[in-house]
């Protein structure tokens, strides 16, 4: 595992989206590396902002629970909602769908989640047009 953990790093390093996000699982796990719920965060964000759904998935999660970052409902919900423009593996839509209708929109207003879902619109717009 330890191992595992140097060249996943390295892959991180070097801005792989994958190991950025398995390396932000490692540290969430505390998986061959010191359990560290902010650093977990902190890579998750980078994959996500590469557009890896697991990662978006996961900081949502992460914000949900405030785990390694301050809980944020908004942040909750814009990340779940960008995950689940894309392929969540194992993720069926639904249990997506039920984790913003039962667990983040609770602790929203309507004008809240108007403007996460609009928030997620444009994210997303903004890189489909940008070439890859």
Known sequence: HTMAAKWIRRAADQRDARA???????????????QDHTEAAAWYRRAADQ???SAQFSLGITYLN??????????AYFWV??????AVPDAKPEDIAAVLNR???????ALEIDQEQRRAR??????????K
Do not use: C, S
């Not at 950025?20 to 010191?34: I, R, T």
């Not at 970052?69 to 942040?75: K, S």
């Not at 667990?103 to 207003?109: F, G, Q, R, V, W």
């Not at 444009?122 to 070439?131: E, Q």
């Open 20 to 34: 950025e996000y398995n390396l932000g699982k490692m540290y969430a796990a505390g998986d061959a590396v010191p």
């Open 51 to 53: 557009g890896w759904p």
């Open 66 to 75: 405030g785990d390694g970052v301050p809980q944020n409902f908004r942040e």
């Open 81 to 86: 909602k960008v995950a689940a423009a894309g």
């Open 103 to 109: 667990l983040i929109t609770p602790h929203l207003t």
């Open 122 to 131: 444009d994210w997303l717009a903004a890189r489909a047009a940008t070439p």
